[in-house]
């Protein structure tokens, strides 16, 4: 863990020695509330740990299995050294995010472990604990016994879960993929064996305890899956390109990324924890101030909608002038230039958006003056994005980046990547650290989950990896009860990038597919509420100006922010439905939503300081209307003892935007 202002205290560690063939010590380390407690030790098949939560045993005898071309897997007679206890406590401050000032707090042990035989190899266990969580990591030093590049074949880590958890995850066929799917709940002996496990994937225990298996700090290094192998979860890394065999090319020192299993009795502390920003290095960009998250039209969402009256629409100045008048008119941060007609706004020869032999995103179409365009937003107060695709993109980057600022556009997204072996984890690496030398910031599409390192290249907004609305212009996919499984899994890894703002609601009976203004499921108080319920900072408003202009709830997308101060869990039940309160300033803002049940959430506002509030409240119509566009808008005056009673309608939601009452 890199922390820059450290506090080395005294942690409460025992090093223990056992009696076993190879006099074994067995280290035990716990939470600082002491709820969370591991015991590492070995025996003749290597490492292993367990995992026990307020005193129940939550993961048995679980290997720590990491294989190299040289020498294959680290399990020969291994010894364990004693190692120095320590407690790292740490405040730092986030760009981005569910909150700006951070208090990480955990107990660490660096754990000395060497090989009795063989090539009598060296590595050290990096265990992390904290209140929210246990983490660990391979640290590889350099030593003679290794020259010094090794090649890593694979980590078969197991995750030897008790109680046979119930299992919320996406299942993946093979390791090319965009990580959108519909998720899979079922109990864990019921999984389907060998089959692999996108991340994060949540596991419910009898008696309401919570896991959630994910990682942290990817870099220069493979991404990581599970499976369930022999009846034991077991993790996978995504292997380079064109072979099987090799995950990743490691020049020693080198460490793997940290494999982190957050633990708790109540699942919305997952979605309030920063356990995965806690484990990464400190922010690397030293000027910040140009960095600015914000909301965003997508107009690729809606078919390109521009009035009848238009001048010439296309891939032109005139058309995307129209959005960027409805973003300086309505306080939307972004216009995103993306395509019309099919055809992206810059020099492609090939089709279907895939890049040709001639493709070249530094240069605009013709009739599209970009210099034009962003000096021209830039003196309505709204900045200027563009899509690309990766493979059109990356082979041109500087040229590309160094174009980009010229012109003044202030960010991108980029598209269709679909892998997370350690090539494309150090692609995605440099175009962050070069998008931040020319002030870009990024939003990556097709790609896979975060693993909190926006902390330190805060320049990436956000990122997808999960199916959301785009899939309304084709499919029937994206429904509320797909929408709830979405905060519980993969927004647990940090900003989800979803095409939010869709004004068309229909229930499932009258959804139709429609390429052009599409339709969404679930009731417009639904759509509001997910601004709020996901962690995204970079809030699309994705359909056209026409369909926001003069309608109820338009006012709300204006007023919530992208950024946050504080984030609570008012109330959770993975699968069924979350009420979200999330702060900026002294305002604070609620989001709740439900499956396809209806139902009443009553809650308390006792998270709010003392004083008097103004409640602006968006609820769903009531269940005589069959318009789910349609909404209820009330202002009530509101104190901490107040109880809110949320009626969500079915596949609804409810948002809230409470501020202080002027004195």
């Known amino acids: 863990m890199y922390t820059p202002v450290l506090k080395r205290l005294l942690a409460g ?11 074994q010590k067995v280290i035990t380390i716990t939470s600082p509330d002491t709820r969370i407690k591991c015991r590492l030790t070995a025996d003749n098949k290597g490492l292993y740990y367990r995992i026990y939560y307020k005193g129940i045993l939550i993961a048995d005898t679980s290997r720590l299995n990491i294989s190299f071309q040289e020498g294959g897997a680290f399990n020969h007679k291994l010894v364990i050294t004693p190692a120095r206890p320590e407690r790292l406590i740490e405040d730092y401050e986030l760009i981005t995010g569910k909150a700006s000032k951070v208090h990480s707090d955990c107990n660490r042990v660096i754990i000395p472990v060497a090989e009795q035989t063989g090539a ?64 899979t709940k079922t109990t864990l002996d019921q999984l389907k064996a060998d089959t692999l496990m996108d991340l994060p994937a949540l596991f419910e225990f009898p008696k309401g305890i919570y896991v959630a298996i994910t990682e942290a700090a990817l870099h220069d290094y493979a991404g990581m899956y599970l499976i369930k192998h022999n009846g034991v979860l077991e993790s996978r890394l995504s292997p380079l390109p064109h072979q099987t065999e090799l995950k990743v090319k490691a020049t020693l020192p080198h460490n793997s990324p940290w494999r982190v299993m957050m633990i708790s009795d109540r699942p919305g502390a997952f979605i309030e924890s920063n356990i995965l920003t806690n484990l990464n290095e400190p922010c690397k960009i030293k000027d910040l101030s140009w960095l600015k998250p914000g909301k965003t039209t997508f107009p690729w ?129 440099e175009i962050l650290q070069k998008a931040a030398q020319h002030k870009l910031h990024i939003q990556f599409h097709g790609a896979y989950k975060p693993t909190g390192t926006s902390r330190t ?76 319920v996901l962690e995204n900072n970079l809030g699309m408003v994705c359909d056209d100006p026409k369909a926001y ?11 919530v922010p992208v950024t946050w101060d504080e984030t609570r869990v008012l109330d959770a039940k993975p699968g069924e439905w979350l009420a979200i309160a999330r702060r900026k300033g002294k305002d604070w803002y609620i989001g709740a939503i439900t499956n396809h049940t209806s139902r009443t959430i009553h809650k308390e506002l006792d998270f709010l300081p003392d004083g008097h509030y ?42 809230i935007h409470l501020y202080p009452k002027p004195l």
Request: a negative charge; proline letters at 5%.
């Open 301 to 429: 969402w809606n078919g390109d909608v521009v009035p009848d009256t238009i001048n010439a629409p296309g891939n032109n100045y005139v058309t995307n002038m129209y959005y960027v008048d409805f973003c300086a008119k309505y306080g939307i941060q972004y216009h995103t230039v993306v395509e019309y007609g099919l055809h992206e706004w810059y020099v492609n020869d090939g089709a279907g958006f895939q890049p040709g032999a001639h493709a070249d995103p530094s240069k605009a179409v013709p009739g599209l003056d970009m210099q034009q365009l962003c000096d021209s937003a830039a003196k309505r107060g709204v900045g200027i994005r563009v899509w690309t695709h990766f493979y059109a993109l990356y082979p041109k980057l500087d040229e590309t980046f160094a174009q980009y600022e010229k012109w003044g556009i202030k960010g991108l997204m980029v598209d269709f990547m679909d892998r997370d072996d350690q090539e494309m984890v150090n692609m995605q690496e």
């Open 13 to 23: 560690l025992f090093l223990l020695a056992t009696v076993n063939t190879y006099a």
């Open 457 to 532: 290249w805060p320049n990436e907004f956000t990122r997808e990896g999960t199916l959301n609305y785009e899939n309304d212009k084709w499919s029937k996919w994206v429904t509320p009860d797909a929408d709830i499984n979405i905060p519980f899994t993969r927004m647990l890894a940090g900003s989800t990038d979803y095409h939010l703002g869709g004004f068309r609601a229909a229930p499932p009976e009258q959804f139709k597919i429609h390429y052009t203004r599409p339709f969404v499921m679930g009731t417009r108080c639904h759509m509001l509420a997910m601004y709020v």
């Open 120 to 183: 009598k190899r060296k590595l050290k266990i990096e265990v992390c604990i904290f209140n929210d969580g246990f983490a660990y990591r391979y640290v590889i030093p350099k030593q003679t016994q290794w020259t010094a590049n090794v090649n890593i074949t694979d980590e078969a880590n197991t995750f030897n879960l008790t109680r046979n958890p119930e299992v919320t995850a996406l299942l993946r066929e093979n390791y090319t993929t965009s990580h959108e799917g519909i998720y």
């Open 549 to 559: 202009i003069g309608q109820p709830g338009f006012e709300f997308i204006q007023q």
């Open 614 to 655: 103004t409640a602006e409240i968006y609820s769903d119509a009531p269940a005589s209307d069959p318009n789910l566009n349609h909404l209820v808008k009330q202002v009530k005056q509101v104190t901490r003892l107040t109880v809110m009673d949320m009626l969500l309608a079915s596949g609804g939601g409810q948002v």
